[in-house]
């Protein structure tokens, strides 16, 4: 069974770079499948931020790729996500997934607020 | 972009109501559509992929259709654990994209 956790600061400053660890057990990420990040506004639907794959390959969200950086620690089994240049928009609960074209195991997700 | 539009955005029925919950994509994906459910406060669960393979231990009553642009999925029988939001989700591309999601709740 695969089990995915997130973890990372829940408040971040206007401007500064939002950076979230998923920690995974169960399987190892650097084997197969591809690992993302889904985030969700307060009240809101879903959003796509970005998938890297086992190789290190990744593809992000058009509308934030210019902000997204993704990064696999086969070492640690963990995969990272970095948003710089946040602003309130960017508050959200955020989960890490595993992607094997469907997403079909999540973290309980991290809500971070964007405030000063 | 593919756009995902899904509707209704909410619905009320009564349980052992029949519930059709549609999505429609800006563009032909095939069948490369996903359901997910959504509980208050948890992380969404895949209930269908593929427009119409049930993932792991999902109920029967659960099941979905369509092809091309214009997906259905269909409750048969709503139980109250069904309550939440559901979403469908394309994965005809590797850019992602999400319906607003449908709202289903008891009468």
């Not at chain 1, 992607?99 to 405030?115: K, M, Y």
């Given at each position: 069974?695969?089990?995915?956790?997130?973890?990372?600061?829940?408040?971040v400053?206007?401007?500064?770079?939002?950076?979230?660890?998923?920690?995974?057990?169960?399987?190892?990420?650097?084997?197969?499948?591809?690992?993302?990040?889904?985030?969700?506004?307060?009240?809101k639907?879903?959003?796509?931020?970005g998938?890297?794959?086992?190789?290190?390959?990744?593809?992000?969200?058009?509308?934030?790729?210019?902000?997204?950086?993704?990064?696999?620690?086969?070492?640690?089994?963990?995969?990272?996500?970095?948003?710089?240049?946040?602003?309130?928009?960017?508050?959200?609960?955020?989960?890490c997934?595993?992607?094997?074209?469907?997403?079909?195991?999540?973290?309980?997700?991290?809500?971070?607020?964007?405030?000063? | 972009?593919?756009?995902?539009?899904?509707?209704?955005?909410?619905?009320?029925?009564?349980?052992?109501?029949?519930?059709?919950?549609?999505?429609?994509?800006?563009?032909?994906?095939?069948?490369?559509?996903?359901?997910?459910?959504?509980?208050?406060?948890?992380?969404?669960?895949?209930?269908?992929?593929?427009?119409?393979?049930?993932?792991?231990?999902?109920?029967?009553?659960?099941?979905?259709?369509?092809?091309?642009?214009?997906?259905?999925?269909?409750?048969?029988?709503?139980?109250?654990?069904?309550?939440?939001?559901?979403?469908?989700?394309?994965?005809?591309?590797?850019?992602?994209?999400?319906?607003?999601?449908?709202?289903?709740d008891?009468?």
């Open positions: 069974q695969v089990q995915l956790q997130e973890s990372g600061p829940g408040l400053k206007p401007s500064e770079t939002l950076s979230l660890t998923c920690i995974v057990s169960g399987y190892s990420i650097g084997s197969h499948y591809s690992w993302g990040w889904i985030r969700q506004p307060p009240g639907g879903l959003e796509w931020i998938t890297i794959h086992h190789t290190g390959s990744s593809f992000y969200n058009p509308s934030l790729q210019s902000r997204v950086t993704m990064s696999l620690d086969t070492s640690k089994n963990q995969f990272s996500l970095k948003l710089n240049s946040v602003t309130a928009a960017d508050t959200a609960v955020y989960y997934v595993r992607d094997a074209g469907i997403f079909d195991d999540w973290g309980q997700g991290t809500l971070v607020t964007v405030s000063s | 972009d593919i756009q995902m539009t899904q509707s209704p955005s909410s619905l009320s029925a009564s349980i052992g109501d029949r519930v059709t919950i549609t999505c429609r994509s800006s563009q032909n994906i095939s069948n490369y559509l996903n359901w997910y459910q959504q509980k208050p406060g948890k992380a969404p669960k895949v209930l269908i992929f593929g427009t119409s393979s049930l993932h792991d231990e999902v109920p029967s009553r659960f099941s979905g259709s369509g092809s091309g642009t214009d997906f259905t999925l269909t409750i048969s029988r709503l139980q109250p654990e069904d309550i939440g939001t559901y979403y469908c989700q394309h994965s005809y591309s590797t850019r992602y994209t999400f319906g607003r999601g449908t709202k289903l008891v009468k």
